[in-house]
């Protein structure tokens, strides 16, 4: 149950993959599971903090979510800063690239962005 805990969002994730294949599941339920799933990736699903440390390298600690940093406050506001300004996202995503954890949560938020997005073009069509 503690792995289910860590990584529930990705299994939302799953169920949104599922749900536009099979069909099985109207655009409504798939705004919401995407819009869940995607949330997750940015604020909670186990990531590297990745901010910079003072000795040019990325902090490697726990962090929840690729928005958030670790325990130390400054990372936060770096990494803050660093979405704010594009032109730092590359560095970021490199970073986050280096750790399995950080891909699964890259791949994780963009697609369910994405499937968010198809949803509610889907449910609007239809209506
Ligand atoms: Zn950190």
Redesign the pocket.
């Known amino acids: 149950m503690k792995f289910l805990k860590k990584y529930w969002g990705y299994v939302v994730a799953l169920v949104v993959v599922y749900g536009w294949f099979s069909g099985s599941l109207g655009p409504n339920v798939l705004v919401v599971l995407s819009a869940v799933a995607f949330l997750y990736s940015l604020f909670q699903a186990p990531v590297?903090?990745?901010?910079e440390?003072r000795n040019q390298e990325?902090?490697?600690?726990n962090?929840s979510g690729i928005l958030m940093?670790?325990?130390?406050r400054?990372?936060?506001w770096?990494k803050l800063k660093w979405f704010v300004r594009r032109s730092m996202w590359g560095r970021l995503f490199k970073r986050l690239f280096s750790g399995f954890h950080g891909v699964a949560a890259s791949f994780s938020a963009v697609g369910t962005l994405v499937s968010a997005s198809a949803a509610v073009i889907t449910l609007i069509i239809k209506t």
């Open positions: 590297w903090c990745c901010a440390t990325f902090c490697r600690n962090a940093g670790c325990w130390i400054e990372h936060r770096q």
